[in-house]
């Protein structure tokens, strides 16, 4: 049990790391350099997903022949309107832009902007959690390398979304731990969601495919709705695409080499 802790802790290392940058650097990240890391972050997502969660949860699938994708295909759209429903239920504000999500609330700003990362951790930490409940149980092919490469690849992307929340929370006028602890705390949502997928996953073994993809339908969400548009906004550039490529590539390349 002790790696499986370890593991679900990796991602949530990452954030709070990233998050101490805040102690470091003394002027808010720049427009390029946002786009840069929110590039990146959505690179290591949509490899993530489909290297380390739908292409195993087809492969454990394998024994319904040609319908073998349809519990990906399940699990996918449960994940996307589980992410959805998040969306519009939970009032959340994410960088850059002015204009508050969800329902209408008296919550500050500093709280929403928690609230919308948060929100992005959420499927990360599940991602983790069942994978790492996939080797507990012996489920289909995930082996101990493959659920490291998830692991450390979400935290890889994680560093820089540390720094992407503490950093406009001091730039706000927070101090500089309080805005360090904010950015940790939007990451504790990691290793408990992770924790109890783990759970569920093994009270309900033949549910991994579905799991695996409800997953990564909710990553692939946060991807789409969030970071493409934050790695996109303002004046053309390529600079998130690029930034993309390598994290895309990267993810790919931890995936198999660990795999």
Known sequence: MEPIFIGLLIPFIGTATGSA?????KKNLKVNITRALSGFAAGVM???SIW???VPAIDQSSDMGRLAFMPAFIGFWFGILFLLLLDHVIPHFHVGIEQAEGPKSHLTKTVMLVLAVTLHNIPEGMAVGVVYAGLLNGS??????????LALGIAIQNFPEGAIISMPLYSE????PKAFWLGVLSGAVEPVFGGLTVVLAGLVVPAMPYLLSFAAGAMLYVVVEELIPEMSAGEHSNIGVVAFAF???????????LG
């Not at 940058?21 to 650097?25: A, E, N, P, T």
């Open 21 to 25: 940058c805040v102690f470091f650097l």
């Open 173 to 176: 006028g927070k101090s500089k």
């Open 46 to 48: 949509v490899a993530a």
């Open 140 to 149: 289909g092919n995930i082996t101990v390398g493959a659920a490291l490469a």
């Open 52 to 54: 380390s969660l739908i």
């Open 247 to 257: 994290g895309f590539s990267l993810m790919m390349a931890l995936d198999i080499a």
